[in-house]
């Protein structure tokens, strides 16, 4: 399966886990971009996974399709979270999601840029699946 194709043409959220503190996994879907060989994403300063990738950046995600034919990437990466105050980052997730179809929702994820963080999650390792073959005619 060509990867970078998988990643740039379907809107499909990546699952990304990441270690709490109390030992145990946090998963939290987010919308991506595949970018240079990163995978970027957004999310704001309060929310739960910045906190968790702040005090460990080794992270695994998952971006895959849930209905037949069953194909998607998983991967192990590291988690570099840059200020997206500018809003860099979220306006191209917004274009890349959500296109015109939203626009008080654009307008109002937006309006909190200031306190936004891009999460860069550099790729350690990956693995790809395509049942397409396998499946034909289900």
């Given at each position: 399966m060509?990867?970078?194709?998988?990643?740039?043409?379907?809107?499909?959220?990546?699952?990304?886990?990441?270690?709490?503190k109390?030992?145990?996994?946090?998963?939290?879907?987010?919308?991506?971009?595949?970018?240079?060989?990163?995978?970027?994403?957004?999310?704001?300063?309060?929310?739960?996974?910045?906190?968790?990738?702040?005090?460990?950046?080794?992270?695994?995600?998952?971006?895959?399709?849930?209905?037949?034919?069953?194909?998607?990437?998983?991967?192990?990466?590291?988690?570099?979270?840059?200020?997206?105050?500018?809003?860099?980052?979220?306006?191209?997730?917004?274009?890349?999601?959500?296109?015109?179809?939203?626009?008080?929702?654009?307008?109002?994820?937006?309006?909190?840029?200031?306190?936004?963080?891009?999460?860069?999650?550099?790729?350690?390792?990956?693995?790809?699946?395509?049942?397409?073959?396998?499946?034909?005619?289900?």
């Amino acid at each position: 399966m060509d990867t970078t194709a998988f990643l740039n043409n379907n809107l499909i959220p990546v699952r990304l886990a990441a270690i709490d503190k109390d030992g145990f996994p946090v998963i939290c879907s987010l919308w991506f971009i595949y970018q240079d060989g990163e995978l970027l994403c957004a999310s704001h300063a309060s929310a739960k996974i910045i906190r968790v990738l702040k005090e460990n950046p080794h992270c695994a995600f998952e971006v895959s399709i849930n209905s037949v034919p069953y194909k998607g990437v998983r991967g192990k990466a590291i988690a570099n979270l840059k200020s997206d105050a500018d809003g860099a980052v979220l306006s191209q997730l917004i274009a890349r999601y959500l296109g015109d179809s939203q626009p008080k929702l654009s307008k109002w994820l937006l309006s909190r840029r200031k306190d936004e963080y891009a999460i860069h999650l550099k790729i350690t390792s990956q693995s790809s699946w395509d049942f397409s073959e396998r499946m034909q005619g289900n």
